[in-house]
């Protein structure tokens, strides 16, 4: 059972002095039968009151409300988690009856967000491949295993190509991005042949070998195995999800996973910093939090009102 301490700061700095900074975070661990909590300690200028509550998938989300004058918002997060290794789904279940399964619940209420199609100009095109790839006589498992590896040989790691604002389209034209960006195209292919499956934010935690993903928040997905349940799917590392990852939150893509986003009343001009930096239970750290804070272009979206002081920018942490 590996033990980390995940250190995760998230650093704006504006241009000048804003206010009535309104954000909701999304970094408290999920907690289950695979992660333990040990402890979270988290720090945010100003030291507001964080309201906590659980949103409809079951994910802890806080707010937070900073209305005095600041030139930066530092929230720094540091949490000890243990996660434990689970068992694959068994190969004894027929084939048939796991692709039933799935016919059967695909509109019971805990699974119809999770098979909903985005419009997609490219969608059939996608269609085709996810069929294409995969036969109904194979196992769920394997259907959703062989196409978590067609992202990852198919589209390439490059990061600053997307923002969180690209369309699936542009990427499935580009066949190029990060993280967030694999995960989608996986989602969407997964739901094309009738798989439940949902996006997943958190922490990629690699101890002796490279994962891309480090030093920044991560994204895979998961899919609903008949007879197993939820179980995740990296397709930026084409691996089955394990004890090296650490789960923050659940949704159906990721606008419903945002590890910080919030609005602020002020110039639109700011700058995003992200770090994270994993230790393991002997105290060993690859890197430091000062080596892996890091520039990020945000996301603006700007709405101004008939007083031009007045924009209110929203403000989206990207996952690698």
Same mark, same amino acid.
């Given at each position: 059972?590996?033990?980390?301490? $995940? ?17 909701? $975070? ?286 209110? $920018? ?7």
């Amino acid at each position: 059972m590996p033990r980390f301490i $995940i250190h995760h700061v998230t650093k704006y700095t504006y241009q000048a002095a804003v206010r009535d900074s309104a954000n909701q $975070i999304m970094l408290f661990p999920v907690k289950d039968e695979n992660q333990e909590l040990l402890s979270q300690q988290l720090v945010i200028t100003g030291m507001p009151s964080v309201e906590i509550y659980r949103d409809y998938y079951g994910n802890m989300i806080g707010t937070f409300m900073n209305v005095d004058p600041h030139k930066e918002l530092i929230i720094d997060s540091k949490i000890e988690i243990i996660t434990k290794s689970r068992e694959l789904p068994s190969t004894q279940i027929p084939v048939e009856s796991e692709w039933s399964y799935l016919q059967e619940i695909h509109s019971l209420v805990p699974f119809i967000d999770f098979l909903k199609v985005e419009s997609i100009t490219a969608l059939n095109e996608i269609k085709k491949v996810a069929t294409d790839e995969v036969s109904k006589n194979i196992a769920v498992f394997a259907a959703a295993n062989d196409l978590n590896e067609y992202v990852y040989k198919n589209f390439k790691y490059i990061k600053g190509v997307t923002s969180v604002e690209t369309t699936l389209d542009e990427i499935w034209k580009l066949k190029a991005g990060v993280c967030q960006d694999f995960a989608h195209i996986l989602l969407v292919m997964l739901r094309l042949i009738n798989i439940p499956a949902r996006y997943v934010s958190g922490y990629v935690c690699p101890r002796n070998s490279h994962l891309r993903g480090e030093g920044a928040t991560h994204a895979w997905v998961e899919a609903f195995i008949p007879f197993y349940g939820w179980l995740g799917f990296d397709p930026t590392n084409n691996c089955v999800v394990n004890d090296l990852h650490v789960r923050l939150a659940v949704g159906k893509n990721f606008t419903d996973c945002s590890p910080v986003k919030g609005t602020y009343r002020g110039m639109s001009a700011h700058t995003l910093e992200v770090g994270v930096s994993v230790s393991y239970e002997d105290g060993i750290s690859p890197n430091e939090i000062s080596a892996t804070l890091k520039a990020q272009a945000p996301s603006l979206t700007t709405a101004t009102t008939t007083n031009s002081y007045r924009r209110f $920018i929203e403000q989206q942490q990207q996952q690698q």
